[in-house]
């Protein structure tokens, strides 16, 4: 096979992508990502040896951050940036290495060859490719076990990039992230050791979305109750997507003025939750559905697209939009404009979108209306008491968290039939780009609490844990698991795997995954979540209400 990856749901046949990536990767960047990923382990071995000696390296830090998160599916199909990327790897791993041998340290012998190889040339790089991959682990388990390590870590580091750029950190998560890039170097662990590192990594898991909630709350407030518009203006506009807030605020500051406005696309619909952004009168609202059916709605946008980060969908060749398209971040594609990081205390440069945008008809209307969200944590928890009230008098029977991901494959209109088809006594908790397979559909209230209740974006799955948690406390309940919430997830890619694992180490119980399976969880694996967390996939639509509404 050329390449091999089925980091995500969409993998072919659910066990792997030999020849291309479904999402549009070919071998050459698959399998420079792989590379990517195996230089990031051998700088994780020398920034967690060098910090056992009190040597802390920002630039690694930040390496292994923005090394992981380019790597998440459908976020970089830019060959060149990952030629650049590993190159600096490999020089701030030398750096970390003398380092870390002036400090008195010494290098063992059996030391992982990630934390050895030298290369310089694209040459060099390509005769690498191919066996530093996943299937580089022959044992069966233990690859799945490190898969799912990694993949983890690649969510909770597109995480900590997002805080980062809010300037709050916690080094306790870049810790976290190198040590267990190089455990899963480690061949000496033990299966059990290496499914603790597994909860290991949603304990940080929970660590890291709860940064990223402080960050974002304490720089934009606390999401607020929210009309959206879906409808456009006679003006020019630019279309932001991807989940960086802190690129947001600089396009608003920056378009503020001049005659273009901003819309929303996908993952950053819930920046319209936020009070910071709702003074701007040319932030008109969210345009478009979910980010797999960019192809189309973009051409009908007429006006730039800036990508803040991943789900960038490959456009065709003849697209009309495809010379508008910027990129910034961790985000990347061949043609696509890049804006570079702000520097220290500025902010990015998105003059030239906004000069482009100018030149560009209003967008093409493609529906009218509203729809509701900014049902995070300190906004729900306000109406708690009315909630109790509703679950007591029985006007409310059941909640069901229905976070995680979208995706194109037609299996997934089973989120939308499971919704209509859920009893009008039941709430919908949701965060992430799966709302949008039933967040336009007329489900009503109960008692004027809406029947879908969206918390945001998916890092803001860490609010449905937070609500959780405090209605166990109003309850008086031991056991999280005891509440009327069930949980049927929908995943696509890393940053679903990471609130996956967070939820498993809080002890929460009896979650249903789909649309299909990881395909990186082993037979035995997967036996291991099923028995000791009931881990399930799903069935058919009446089927699988009639077993959730039982129990």
């Known amino acids: 096979m050329s390449m091999f990856c089925y980091q995500c749901q969409e993998t072919a046949k659910g066990t792997g992508c030999t020849i291309a990536g479904v999402c549009g990767k070919k071998e050459e960047l698959a399998n420079m990502q792989d590379l990517l990923i195996f230089v990031l382990k051998g700088v994780s071995i020398y920034a967690t040896k060098a910090r056992e000696l009190g040597i802390e390296n920002e630039k690694a830090n930040k390496l292994v951050f923005d090394g992981l998160f380019m790597t998440i599916t459908n976020a970089n199909f830019d060959n060149a940036r990952f030629v650049d990327i590993i190159r600096k790897g490999l020089k701030i791993r030398e750096e970390l290495k003398d380092a870390f041998l002036k400090a008195g340290g010494s ?12 290369g310089n040339t694209v040459e060099e790089f390509e005769a690498k490719n191919g066996s530093v991959g996943v299937l580089a682990t022959e044992n069966e388990d233990v690859r799945s076990l490190r898969e799912l390590v990694v993949y983890g870590i ?3 580091a597109a995480y900590t990039e997002h805080a980062f750029n809010l300037k709050h950190e916690d080094n306790s998560l870049y810790a976290f992230m190198q040590k267990a890039l190089a455990d899963t170097t ?5 299966v059990d050791e290496l499914v603790a590192l597994v909860l290991e990594t949603g304990k940080y898991g929970v660590d890291g979305m709860a940064l990223l909630d402080k960050a974002n709350t304490t720089t934009y407030g606390n999401p607020e109750i929210t009309k959206v518009n879906i409808g456009v203006s006679d003006k020019p506009g630019i279309l932001i997507s991807g989940h960086d807030l802190r690129d947001m605020e600089d396009l608003l500051i920056q378009t503020e003025g001049t005659g273009v406005d901003v819309y929303t696309h996908s993952e950053m619909l819930p920046a319209n939750y936020y009070p910071a952004f709702k003074k701007y009168d040319h932030f008109i609202g969210n345009y ?17 697209i800036l990508f803040t980060t991943n789900c960038i969908v490959p456009p065709k060749k003849d697209a009309k939009y495809a010379g508008k398209v910027f990129t910034t971040g961790a985000s990347g594609y061949p043609g696509f404009k890049h ?37 995070a944590h300190n906004q729900v928890i306000q109406l708690a008491g009315k909630i109790v009230d509703a679950v007591k008098s029985g006007a409310i029977k059941k909640f069901f968290v229905m976070a995680g991901c979208d995706g194109r494959h037609k299996t997934r209109s089973y989120y939308t039939e499971f919704a209509e088809k859920l009893p009008a006594n039941t709430v919908i908790l949701t965060a992430g780009c799966a709302k949008y397979r039933y967040n336009k559909l007329q489900l009503g209230d109960i008692g004027g609490i809406p029947r879908v209740l969206d918390a945001g974006q998916c890092n803001d799955s860490y609010s449905l844990v937070v609500i959780a948690l405090k209605l166990k406390e ?6 999280i698991n005891d509440l009327p919430i069930a949980y049927n997830i929908a ?5 679903a795997v990471i609130i996956l694992l967070a939820l498993l180490y809080l002890g929460i119980k009896d979650i249903h995954l789909g649309p299909t399976l990881p395909g990186f969880l082993s037979p035995n694996v997967a036996k291991v979540l099923v028995e000791n967390f009931g881990i399930a996939g799903i069935g058919e639509v009446d089927d699988d209400i009639e077993m959730f509404m039982k129990a």
């Not at 478009?288 to 730039?304: A, D, I, L, R, T």
């Open 339 to 375: 804006i570079p990081e702000r520097e220290e205390g500025g902010s990015k440069d998105f003059s030239e979108i906004i000069e482009l945008a100018k030149t560009c008809a209003a967008p093409v209307e493609i529906e009218k209306g509203e729809i509701i969200g900014g049902f």
């Open 491 to 495: 995943w696509y890619e890393q940053k």
């Open 288 to 304: 478009g559905n979910s980010w797999w059916q960019q192809k189309e709605e973009f051409e009908n946008f007429n006006g730039p």
């Open 154 to 156: 690649k969510g909770l």
């Open 474 to 479: 109003v309850f008086g309940l031991e056991n």
């Open 107 to 118: 290098i063992p012998e059996d030391i992982h060859e990630s934390a050895t190889w030298t």
């Open 186 to 190: 480690n061949d000496n662990l033990s």
